[in-house]
């Protein structure tokens, strides 16, 4: 700080500009001494203030905040304290697992599932018979089907994304126990060659093998909700068939585009074929050499395909059409209902459907499954903007909310409203809203032939 | 700003600390040119600093941060962004809701769930007898049961909630497949004056009228975990009982405790006795006067009840003593397992257990459920440390997920981490598997008696 008073701060930090001193030097003479003390004085204050600045613009950096309210004080606290507790108990202390070490498979190493299974259809057959008490079919016949789905067993990098995803399973509870589906809802990584996109596959064999009394097993992707809470799957159109797809033909034979099916949603039949499906499938798909060289050879195969490491869509499409002899005969490619349907073009339309028609029918008057394709609402980077992916999962959610509360004489207020309001009066006689409102009931089955 | 360069802060902020300008006069002439141009600079030096100073306070309040990294920025940005647009979201456009409006009941009003419906017995059973494809009764005698659990509707406070809710539903998925139960998951307030932990009630009465096919319903708070995959309740020991509830008789009759029950996980037969019972206890609950006021004669009544709003428990414990005579030969209170086991002093014996007893015994030797009362993982504010919580209810969650995983051959590394390893080899065989580990083979259930 100079003898004359000009203002030099004590200490300089990035951000704060720093102020010029234009120095102008006293002639030499030695001031008075009540003016030295007055000008120690300014200094003093100076470098007081200088200090402060200094702390205000660090406490950024070091969290000290000064003016925060108390709650958010709070909540901050309790993010950080929730992040760190989480990253110290999924530290994992054994690295390394010898019966599934992390390798990258080399491009003549053949990745495989497990050891060949080849007499499913007669083991199982013969288990069937030997255990009637766990028949491959529901009552009234309908096949045994169990729904797959499930979820990283991380929380979601987004906060909300947890949110939807549990959202998204209550919307597969209540779709389920409408139609005698069971539900595995898997947050384990069985294979972690095939995590991501990939890891269903595993999974799909797994469960398979582990129970035999199912006859189909449909996957179905956490960002894919039921809107049709009516629709059922006509599994006797199938009964030819072992797996069940949506998708277009003209875009698969035709187009060869990497979009002609989706893995969102898709049926397999537990037997010998499926096995045979998963063990052709799943070696394009270990992460590392052979995925990204699989990813370039389904992108020069595709239409359409952007460059990047294989995802089972296209891995599935690829073989299905290199090898379209061996399979297709027991593919159905579906779209008469929507099995899987592409949010953008219906979350829009659900008002004029409830204005002109009702449940049941699972295609564009009434959609089966909306699935929210590129909102990765567990991730960070969408392919759509936060807002309206947020909103149109809300619209659905509510939509097919609206299906299951009926029943109970409750609707939601509007589609973006989590609140509900009574859409019957309560009565002394509720029998007769359970023969007329339950789902389940075979006249409203009837209704939707 | 005095003539004699004393600094005079431009602006004052309640958190800045106010520097005392210490006045001194000059003697009254007129100060040279040069000098004066020179106190003008200071001056101004002055201001500037002291401009920024303001600034530098006021960002914190005005969200301008000058340091922040690219991806914090980013992840700021999406955490506000979601947070408006759900507010936007759901704001509600009808606030007022003529058949359900809010009002606070004065004290000589009684609320009542809905009109008295007093012939429920025999109109059940005459639908029943008329619907023979809904029994009231699944395979092998066991009795139709539905599991009743829920959260709001909206975004848990703390990010990490809707992490442990969602698996927390994963758990009671696992084993409701596991035996046959029926789940419902209630994501909305079906009557706004019984909200909170009184939400159950209104949820309750509705589910026992919509499904008469249901012989109990099954309430379990979203914080209750099953730790006990095999063990099954021993509903024949209760077919003279109507309530089935978690607690100790001698807190109960002969300390009155507040927490000589517990209604986190308890089950209610669906006849005319409990609609009884839920109308007798829900005009305790709204909330308003009515609540505060049971509060206080529950506090009076109870031992150990701290000064608070009526709480559903509280008030059932009143009733149940205060009308023993009416209800208690239906109630059974239970505790010869954990039909709610209080987590504090289960979790850390996991290993224990593991290494000494097997799954199907439901009490000390492996706690049926285990129950995270006052963790609050959804709210901001817990009765335990966070840390605790967090760890606890991980290796409640991964208890249970192994005791799942073992059918297919694996488990968790250990109970703390979210990775799994093999168990077992693959094989070719993979049906010896299913008679040998299956939970639903009966001679797993041989074992848990």
Known sequence: MGQDGNLTPQ??????????????HSSGR????????????NNIKITLLCGFVTI?????????????????????????ETNR?????????????????ERDLFLNETYALGPR????????????????????????????????????????????????LLKAVKNKIDYCRLHGIEIVYNMAHLDRELAGYWAKLPMIRRLMLSHPEVEWIWWMDSDALFTDMVFEIPFDKYKDYNMVIHGYPDLFYDQ??????????????????????????????????????????????????????????????????????????????????????FWTGLVDTYEDLMAKYHPGYGDQRWPFVTHFVGCKPCGSYA??????????????????????????????????????KRTRNETVRPLENVDKFDIRRSSLHEKSR
């Open 11 to 24: 200490k300089r930090t990035s951000s704060l500009p720093t102020t010029v001193a234009n120095g102008r």
């Open 30 to 41: 030695n001031p008075p001494r009540g003016r030295q003390i007055q000008k120690t004085f």
């Open 56 to 80: 205000l613009v660090l406490r950024g950096t070091i969290g000290v905040n000064l003016s925060s309210s108390g709650s958010d004080a709070v909540n901050q606290n309790l993010i950080e």
């Open 85 to 101: 507790i989480l990253a110290e108990i999924r530290s994992d202390s054994d690295p390394t697992d010898p019966a599934n070490p």
């Open 117 to 164: 299974i080849s007499s499913w259809d007669t083991d199982r057959k013969a288990w069937l018979e030997n255990n009637p008490e766990f028949p491959n079919f529901v009552s009234r016949n309908k096949p045994r089907v169990l729904l797959l789905s499930g979820s990283p067993p991380n929380p979601c990098d987004n906060a909300i994304g947890d949110h939807y």
């Open 256 to 341: 060869k585009s990497w979009i002609a099916l989706n893995t969102g949603s898709f049926l397999l039949r537990n037997c010998q074929w499926t096995l045979d499906l998963l063990d052709t499938w799943a070696p394009m798909g270990p992460k590392g050499p052979i995925r990204e060289e699989a990813g370039k050879v389904v992108t020069k195969f595709l239409k359409g395909r952007p460059d990047f490491e294989a995802d089972d869509q296209s891995a599935l499409i690829y073989l299905l059409l290199t090898q379209k002899d061996k399979w297709m005969n027991k593919v159905q490619i579906e779209n008469s209902y929507y099995l899987h349907g």
């Open 383 to 420: 392919d759509y903007p936060v807002e309206r992916c947020l909103r149109s999962m809300e619209r659905a959610f509510n939509f097919a909310d609206n299906q299951v509360l009926n029943l109970y004489g409750f609707g939601h207020r509007g589609l973006l409203s989590p609140k509900i």
